[in-house]
């Protein structure tokens, strides 16, 4: 098997394990869970922007799966895992932050495999 295909299988098997966590992730704020209520409200974010967040993780999730929005997907979601992991880091969870960091390594992997900027129409 050549490099490329490595990279490929690679970047398809954290493309699928992302949008299924996202997807989790996603689900208990789309559906108003009261611990996401009461977590983003001891943030000091506004109210429902649980369900924004959850939104863009629903729409980064999908777009992993697409094969040309995966890549812009990817860079849409470490944004979001960046925010993540500062929102952790301000409010003295220090422990919390290694999950937005474990996604955002496995999301540099997609970004860096799909560029985006570089995508090809014959992929």
Same mark, same amino acid.
């Given at each position: 098997?050549? @490099? /490329?295909?490595? !990279?490929?299988?690679?970047?398809? %098997?954290?493309?699928?394990?992302?949008?299924?966590?996202? %997807?989790?992730?996603? =689900? *208990?704020?789309?559906? /108003?869970? #009261?611990?996401?209520?009461?977590?983003?409200? !001891?943030?000091?974010? #506004?109210?429902?922007?649980? $369900? $924004? +967040?959850? =939104?863009?993780? +629903?729409?980064?999730?999908?777009?992993? $799966?697409? #094969?040309?929005? =995966?890549?812009?997907?990817?860079? *849409?979601?470490?944004? $979001?895992? +960046? *925010?993540?992991?500062? %929102?952790?880091?301000?409010?003295?969870?220090?422990?919390?932050?290694?999950?937005?960091?474990?996604?955002?390594?496995?999301?540099?992997?997609?970004?860096?495999?799909?560029? #985006?900027? %570089?995508?090809?129409?014959? @992929?």
């Amino acid at each position: 098997m050549n @490099e /490329s295909k490595v !990279k490929n299988r690679i970047a398809w %098997t954290a493309q699928i394990i992302l949008a299924v966590l996202f %997807t989790v992730a996603a =689900a *208990g704020k789309l559906i /108003s869970r #009261p611990q996401w209520i009461e977590i983003f409200r !001891k943030w000091g974010f #506004p109210d429902r922007f649980y $369900l $924004l +967040i959850g =939104a863009l993780e +629903i729409l980064g999730a999908v777009g992993l $799966l697409i #094969p040309r929005l =995966a890549g812009y997907a990817a860079c *849409g979601l470490i944004i $979001l895992m +960046i *925010g993540a992991a500062a %929102t952790h880091l301000v409010n003295g969870e220090g422990l919390q932050v290694l999950r937005p960091v474990v996604f955002l390594l496995l999301l540099a992997i997609v970004v860096y495999v799909r560029r #985006p900027w %570089t995508f090809k129409q014959n @992929e």
